[in-house]
């Protein structure tokens, strides 16, 4: 799950999350750009799987990971498929499974506080512009704190649509869902203005 750290002392676990952020990126944009045909794709997710086998990230939790995605990658798939050829829909749907993978590396074998840190630093010159570096790291803390929260929102709302008989119905979901989000939204709102948060 998104967030989560895995405490570690590998290599990985030890590189500032500076360099770590920056490695992504590249390593992404590498991958979109050069990444062309099935057997590329093959190359650069075992070289990836070496890194994730390297950190000791156990297989069932980038399984986690990646299963959020999976619908999303299945879609995308059966498009191309449709448009375009099958190598092209391995090669479009390989490609963002990597670059998540990728970025689970990253979160799990960092600490938060440190990719905040790391960014609220990076935008410090930016302060003279009227950015506010604490308020953006602010936001980032939240949206990878809700992404978790989301994800077990929908987890409780399927597991008792299913215990309804109710497996099948999109708006058992989705209703439910949206209206819990929503309250979760508005307690933190209220938390946050309680603190302060956003006063001038």
Known sequence: MIGVYLPGDSLLHRMPAGLKLVLLIASIVTVTVFVRTPPQVGLAGMVVAGFLAAAGIPVKVVLAQLRP????????????????????????????????????????????????????????????????????GLVLALAIRCVPLLTGIVH?????????????????????????????????????????????
Not at 77 to 91: D, Y
Not at 158 to 172: N, P
């Open 69 to 136: 995605v999976v619908w999303v990658v299945l879609i995308i798939a059966v498009f191309q498929v449709l448009i375009t050829s099958p190598a092209r829909a391995v090669v479009v749907s390989g490609v963002l499974l990597i670059s998540v993978a990728l970025a689970a590396l990253v979160t799990l074998t960092t600490r938060v506080t440190d990719m905040l840190d790391t960014v609220t630093r990076a935008l410090g010159p930016l302060r003279k512009v009227g950015v506010d570096p604490d308020r953006v």
């Open 156 to 200: 409780d709302v399927a597991q008792a649509r299913r215990a309804r008989g109710l497996q099948w119905s999109m708006t058992a979901l989705a209703t439910p869902v949206l209206v819990r989000a929503l309250r979760t939204a508005d307690a933190m709102g209220d938390a946050l203005a309680a603190r302060g948060v956003g006063d001038d």
